[in-house]
C-alpha cells in the first residue's frame, strides 16, 4: 500500500510523515515549494504477527508493510507548481490530506490565518482543477486527431466528458459513479482527484480530546457528505485527528515511554496503528497469514479475494498449481495452540479455490506445477 502525504504549505505535512515514519526531517516555519520527495517504508503493526512469532520462534517475522511518500506543499491557484506533486501521487493507492488546524505565530500559514474548513475547499479545489486540465487537454488531442483524420477512442471520449462534466461542478472523481467498463478505460488517465482520501486534521496538544476537536472532526465529515452525488461513494473518504507535533515526539521514544506519554495525553494509539487502520478500512485491504519454523508473515489482500488469487500473492506457480487451502482463523488456532490439536478437533479446514480469504486466516497452500 502506497500513501501520499498532501496539504497546503505548513499544515504539518512533513511532522506528520516524521510520526508515521519514525524519520527526523527538518521542518520549516514557512512555506517551500522546492526540495526533493520524502519516502519511508512502515511496517503495519499485527499482534497476530507477534503472537505467532512467539510461538513458532522463526528464523524470520515479515510484518505487511506500508509506503509513505512526502513531498512539498500545493498551492492555490498554481496549477504548474502543483503538477509536480500530481506527478508524484499518480501512483498511489490512496492520499492522506493534512488540514491545518493548530495555531503557532511562528508558523507561517500560506493564508495568513488558520481556518480548517477553508483549508479542505482549496486543497479538494486544486485537486479538481488539475484534473481538470488534464482531461481539457486529452479532449483537445482528441479533437485535433480528428480533424487530421484519426478516430477517437469513443469509450475515453465518453468518459472523459463525464468527467470534464462533473469537474466543471467542482465535484471530486472519487465522488462519481463508474461502472466497470469506465473504470477499465480510466486506468491509465491517472487522475488524482479519484483517489481515496484520509484527511488528517493536524490540531495543537491544547485541543486533543476537546469538544472542538470533535466539532471539526463532525465538520469534515458533513463537508463530504454534501459534496457527493452517490451516498454509497461516502466509503471512498475517512478522516482523524491527530497532533502531529505530540505523535513525532511519541515517535522517538521507546514503547514504554511511548506508552505513558500516550496514557497521560489520553491517547488511546498512536498515529501510526489508527492511521494504518483508518486506510485499510477505506481501501477494503485485509491480511492473511503464514507460519512456520523458517518465517511468519503477514500478506496484504483486497477483502472479497478467493484462496487461488491470495495464493498468488504469494507466488504466481502456487496459484497456478493451486490444489487447495489448509485454512485455520487465528482466533482459533490460538484456542488450541498448535495445528495438530486444531486437525484433531476440526478446526483446520481444506478449503477449495473459490473460498473468499477473510481477514485473521492462517493458510497453508498445497500446489502442484
Known amino acids: 500500500m502506497r500513501l501520499a502525504i498532501i496539504g497546503l504549505s505548513n499544515s504539518g505535512k512533513t511532522t506528520v510523515f516524521n510520526a508515521l515514519t519514525r524519520q527526523n526531517i ?17 511496517k503495519v503493526p499485527d499482534y497476530r504477527v507477534d503472537k505467532l512469532a512467539e510461538i513458532y520462534k522463526p528464523k524470520k517475522v515479515t510484518y ?39 495555531e503557532d505565530d511562528a508558523v507561517l500559514h500560506p493564508m495568513n490565518e488558520v481556518n480548517p474548513m477553508r483549508d479542505i475547499e482549496i486543497l479538494e479545489l486544486e485537486l479538481i482543477f488539475g484534473d481538470l486540465e488534464l482531461a481539457e487537454k486529452r479532449l483537445a488531442r482528441m479533437e485535433e486527431g480528428a480533424k487530421k483524420g484519426k478516430k477517437p477512442n469513443e469509450a475515453e471520449k465518453r468518459l472523459l466528458l463525464k468527467c470534464k462534466d462533473a469537474l466543471e461542478k467542482e465535484i471530486p472523481l472519487r465522488n462519481v459513479s463508474f461502472d466497470n467498463e469506465e473504470q477499465k478505460v480510466m486506468k ?42 452517490d451516498p454509497s461513494l461516502i466509503t471512498r473518504h475517512a478522516s482523524l485527528s491527530l497532533c502531529g507535533k505530540v505523535e513525532m515526539e511519541i515517535a522517538q521514544l521507546n514503547p514504554d515511554e511511548a506508552r505513558a506519554f500516550l496514557d497521560d495525553l489520553g491517547i488511546q494509539e498512536p498515529a501510526l496503528n489508527k492511521l494504518i487502520q483508518v486506510s485499510y478500512d477505506l481501501l477494503g485491504l485485509i491480511s492473511f497469514l503464514t507460519c512456520g519454523e523458517d518465517e511468519v508473515r503477514a500478506w496484504t489482500i483486497k477483502k472479497g479475494i478467493n484462496a487461488q488469487q491470495a495464493a498468488g500473492k504469494i507466488h504466481s506457480d502456487i496459484e497456478r498449481g493451486f490444489i487447495r487451502a489448509e485454512v485455520i482463523n487465528f482466533d482459533d488456532f490460538i484456542s488450541v495452540g498448535s495445528m495438530s490439536l486444531a486437525r484433531d478437533k476440526g478446526l483446520l479446514r481444506l478449503e477449495g479455490k473459490t473460498y473468499e480469504v477473510k481477514d485473521g486466516d492462517i493458510i497453508n497452500f498445497r500446489f502442484n506445477v
Request: hydrophobic letters at 40%; charged letters at 30%; aromatic letters at 10%.
Open 26 to 42: 527538518e521542518t520549516t516555519i514557512y512555506p517551500t515549494v522546492t526540495g526533493e520527495p520524502n519516502y519511508g517504508i512502515v
Open 64 to 102: 505487511a508493510t506500508v509506503e509513505y511518500v512526502d513531498y512539498i506543499g500545493l498551492t492555490k491557484g498554481d496549477i504548474t507548481q502543483n503538477r509536480k506533486v500530481f506527478d508524484l501521487i499518480k501512483d498511489v493507492d490512496a492520499i492522506v490530506h493534512v488540514i491545518r488546524a493548530f
Open 188 to 229: 491509465h488517465l491517472q487522475f488524482v482527484s479519484i483517489k481515496p482520501e484520509v484527511v488528517v486534521l493536524n490540531v495543537g496538544e491544547k485541543d486533543l480530546n476537546t469538544e472542538k476537536e470533535k466539532k471539526l472532526l463532525s465538520d469534515v465529515d458533513a463537508y463530504f457528505r454534501a459534496k457527493n452525488q
